[in-house]
């Protein structure tokens, strides 16, 4: 009985270990494609051996993404957006996280008066489409006079970004001690005194969490980018398209491949980075 049962778990694994092979070709099979089309010459390019790899590497099509392309009739390529993103996602990574860690810390231990009520409000608002909301804050954004504008921008993330923000802390916060909260107050611990010095630093797996989340989220934003940021300060996914729409003549494959690297380089970078940390701060809570 034993032999059938190791045969059926090697089996299994071996099907796993296939599934997951698979998996990761699939995915990454396009930016191998990306990547070697960034780096060869359009001649190259015109014979159509797409997984072949660059015959003599070059990184002019990265030069001319960076600070030649077109972008319209400005050809400055997507270096100017790509310092607008950075300005856009400062604040409206570190806003939302600030406000639903303070949102989830309330409704989660101090029990504000109509915080059921206000809990419920934000839920709902996660599920109202963006595109239902974007003529009405459109609207109010002129009356106060901030459409258009870096401002305008960054407040329209941070509203759309507080619903889940608070879901992520609440749950997190909930899951805490109460004992911990219990001992703060009884040693004279007040509101923002135990959540500087008590919370805020047991929060780092899900800071990260929702740091994950909020700048993959704004940084390949494009709808609220191209309605509320103005034409100053349009973020690099509205660039990138404009690069890659904007063509008098042969369209430069090479060039538009560098240019989405480019872009989508920082949402990389970050989950390569602290990929780890976000399967953390979800196992500590962050969805229950």
């Not at 810390?105 to 595109?131: D, N, R, V």
């Not at 805020?200 to 700048?215: F, G, H, N």
């Not at 989405?260 to 990929?275: D, E, N």
Request: charged share 10%.
């Amino acid at each position: 009985m034993t032999q059938p049962r190791k045969a059926s778990k090697t089996w299994a694994r071996l099907g796993v270990y296939a599934f997951l092979l698979f998996a990761a070709a699939f995915f990454l099979l396009p930016l191998y494609v990306m990547l070697t089309t960034s780096f060869k010459s359009m001649e190259e390019i015109r014979l159509g051996q797409i997984f072949a790899l660059p015959s003599a590497p070059s990184f002019d099509a990265w030069r001319a993404a960076w600070s030649e392309a077109c972008t319209g009739v400005n050809c400055e390529g997507v270096r100017g957006g790509f310092w607008n993103s950075v300005a856009i996602a400062v604040p409206s990574v570190i806003l939302p996280i600030l406000l639903g860690a303070l949102n989830g810390y309330a409704l989660s231990w101090w029990k504000p008066k109509g915080g059921e009520w206000l809990f419920g409000t934000l839920m709902l608002g996660a599920f109202i489409p963006i595109q239902v909301m974007i003529y009405p804050l459109v609207k109010l954004e002129a009356a106060i006079g901030i459409y258009s504008s870096l401002p305008g921008i960054v407040v329209v993330h941070v509203v759309f970004a507080m619903p889940i923000m608070t879901l992520l802390f609440r749950n997190y916060y909930a899951g805490l001690p109460g004992e911990l909260f219990k001992a703060a107050r009884v040693d004279g611990g007040g509101f923002w005194r135990i959540f500087v010095q008590l919370v805020l630093p047991m929060s780092t797996p899900m800071l990260i969490v929702a740091a994950i989340m909020q700048i993959t989220g704004v940084w390949n934003d494009y709808i609220l980018g191209l309605t509320f940021a103005g034409r100053d300060n349009l973020p690099m996914t509205v660039q990138l398209n404009n690069v890659i729409n904007t063509t008098t003549g042969e369209r430069l494959y090479n060039l538009n491949m560098a240019a989405t690297i480019l872009t989508s380089a920082v949402p990389l970078l970050v989950y390569l980075i602290s990929g780890r940390w976000f399967v953390r701060g979800i196992a500590a809570g962050a969805v229950k």
